[in-house]
């Protein structure tokens, strides 16, 4: 039985997707993982609320579940946001309990108000009971790997280029990597479970 791992995510501008297919091509590196992404859409958010039963279902069917979000005015974008608050009942059923989870983001700093998304995306999750896996890589390597210094999920820096030319290379590896640690961590939660 093959485990998954469920990319989720919100994206703007292209940044974010562009990371979001970063960080599932990493957890689909890993052999045994099926991956998917899902984006949120605006056409799921009714008077500001948000509500796709598929994507509950999909996310319920999941052994983990990276979040990832632009970071705008230094926290989640709105969208993700309708869609965060619309979990309460997987909340309150404890549906994701040690499902494991993680996050990345993305703005035009170079760490900036990052984190506080990052750490946003950490709440919601310690909230439904998930076990949070961090970014596990140094930013001194000759990759340039982690180069934004971020330790609690992936960053990625885009401002105003297009989707093509930012983030950069080393910000997707960042986020490839990133992938890859949740998909190994995945396949031995599973195992062990």
Partial sequence: MKTNVVVLFFSGAGHTQKM???VARGAASIPGVQTSTIAIKGDDITQGRWKNDATLAQLDAADAIIFGTPTYMGGPAAQFK???????????HRNWKNKLATG??????????????????FTLSMQHGMIWISQGETPFNDK?????GSYSGAMGQAFTEPAEVAPNSQDLLTGETLGQ????????WKRGA
């Fill in 20 to 22: 979001a297919e970063a």
């Fill in 82 to 92: 309708a869609f965060a608050d619309s979990t309460s009942e997987r909340w309150f």
């Fill in 104 to 121: 990345f983001t993305v703005s035009a700093g170079p760490s900036g108000d990052k984190l506080s998304t990052l750490f946003y995306l």
């Fill in 144 to 148: 340039g790997i982690n180069r934004l």
């Fill in 181 to 188: 640690r949740v998909a190994e961590a995945a396949v031995r």
